[in-house]
């Protein structure tokens, strides 16, 4: 999970980051240019009107001077001293009035009174325009520019009516009159220029502060939109790693094979249903437990992996806890994490129980199609002899009738002749393919049929025959011939098992649920050892003298090919039952 989280981060679509900027960066530019461009404005109008007020309270200087130039018996009023004194404010750099023709009448320079200034402006626009004008005009000394603002000088138009009548009449004829000696046109132009260094320090000072606050409001917009999409394709991630833990934990826990998972000190952390249904043990009696102390046979192949990336596949026999062992078929192998390092261990395994029985049916069937080869040699090499036999036996005893001996012994090799001819017809029937004629059929019949045919042996030894059926026909397909050889078969073992007397118990049944149709055949004989028991279906397998072997074998073989189960169960002195599970549909 954490490597695809990494890979999510690391992933970023070009796209994104590309859109992001071209989508931001110009909302920023503008935001930051437009913050840029109204500091300018607003350091203009602040210049602006410092100038305006420097005019006017230039101008009313002069206004005063006018004034206090009564009763001083002079011309006590200097324009050009009223001037220099005005501009000797450190944020002035110079203060000029002009005629018209732009001969400097007052300068804040002394030395420049009658030069020429603003040629460059345009004197009557400057003389109509109701507001002052600015402008910016380089320095010679190469420092920062100087804001200029300029507009017509009028001491004397701005006295208003109130002013009037606040003066004596001879005051003001008195000031008019020297003011007007020392300023002959009265159309003049007032230049003041400022210093704007400290505040062209202060707009550099703002400006910087408000591009590194556009770039940084351009840093958080891209973070919160890489931010956005990050988060989606986190919660994207989570949902699809959390639908694929679902995915693999239902993979794991249904997969029919059993899975062991154990951390590298040897802790069971995860234990699958197969897992738990093969070794007939509870999770959570096993898990977080250690290994080594409650699956040892299964541990010790992990333990030689060492923690190598390698694969170690072995057949074990486990026990299980009712006390009996199941073959498993157990794979190991190491897990490791992104940096090589070990994490633990998987244990994966499978009974091998079916697989060893269908190994063993199949063993069984390639020595049967060896049987069958042999008992078709062995058929034609001994019959014909065996004919040969017959034939001079009979002949011997047709012949010398007269002497019983000879008659006896010639009896005596026709029989075995004849015993002889039924083991080979055995042998060949078990060994071919059994021919099978299917037909729906009652089995009642069948079964009453059958006990005819055994009860004169019955009846011989005393035995007692108790017929279990039910009183409705049960039918179910099948061929009544062979499983007729079957039923007989069964029956006179189980007299031949009953030397003494005894109960030979027949009974039938069907289970409803299943559809099964149960035969049971039981004997109170001497019953069958267990070592015994389990052959007692192999070919030639007998523990009697005259039996032949083959009785069993060709039942098992003819219920097998009605697709049916024969089973056998046996108590040493109370008896053995077979039973017959045959479907009861097609």
Known sequence: MKKIYKKSLAGIPPWLIIGSVVILAPIFLFWTIQNINKQKEEMIHLLLEKGAALIRSFEAGTRTGMTGMHGTGGRGFQLQRLLSETAQQPDIVHLIVTDINGRSIAHSDPLKIGEIYGKDVDIQ????????????????????????????????????????????????????????????????????????????????EDMHHTILMGAILLLIGFGGIVSLFLSQAYRSTR????????????????MPIGLIAVEKDGTIVSLNQAAESVLRISSADFLEKKAEETLRPLWSIAEDLKGEKIIIEKEISYPLPEGRTVPLDVISSSIEGDDNTSWGYIILFRDLTEIKSLKDEIERSKRLASLGRLAAGVAHEIRNPLSSIKGFATYFRDRYRENKEDQATANIMIQEVDRLNRVITQLLEFARPISINMVQTSIQPIIRHSLKIVNKQANEKNIK???????????????????????????????????????LSIDLSRNEKSGLVIISVTDTGRGIEKEVLEHIFDPYFTTRQSGTGLGLAIVHKIVESHNGEIKVESNIGKGTRFTVLLPGRK
């Open 125 to 204: 626009s400057a003389l109509k325009a109701e507001k002052p004008l600015w402008r910016q005009v380089g320095n010679k000394e190469g420092l920062s520019e100087t804001f200029e603002v300029y507009r017509k000088f009028s001491p004397i138009h701005i006295f208003g009516r109130g002013g009037r009548r606040m003066m004596n009449e001879r005051s003001l004829d008195s000031g008019i009159k020297q003011l007007e000696d020392t300023i002959a046109d009265p159309d003049q132009i007032i230049f003041v220029g400022m210093d704007m260094s400290a505040l062209q320090k202060a707009r550099q």
């Open 239 to 254: 949902a699809s790693l959390t639908r694929i833990k679902a995915f693999s934990d239902n993979i794991v826990e249904n």
């Open 465 to 503: 025959v108790v017929k279990n059926l039910p009183p409705e026909a049960i039918e179910i397909p099948m061929d009544p011939d062979r499983f007729a050889q079957v039923l007989i078969n069964l029956f006179l073992n189980a007299v031949e098992a009953m030397e003494e007397g005894g109960t």
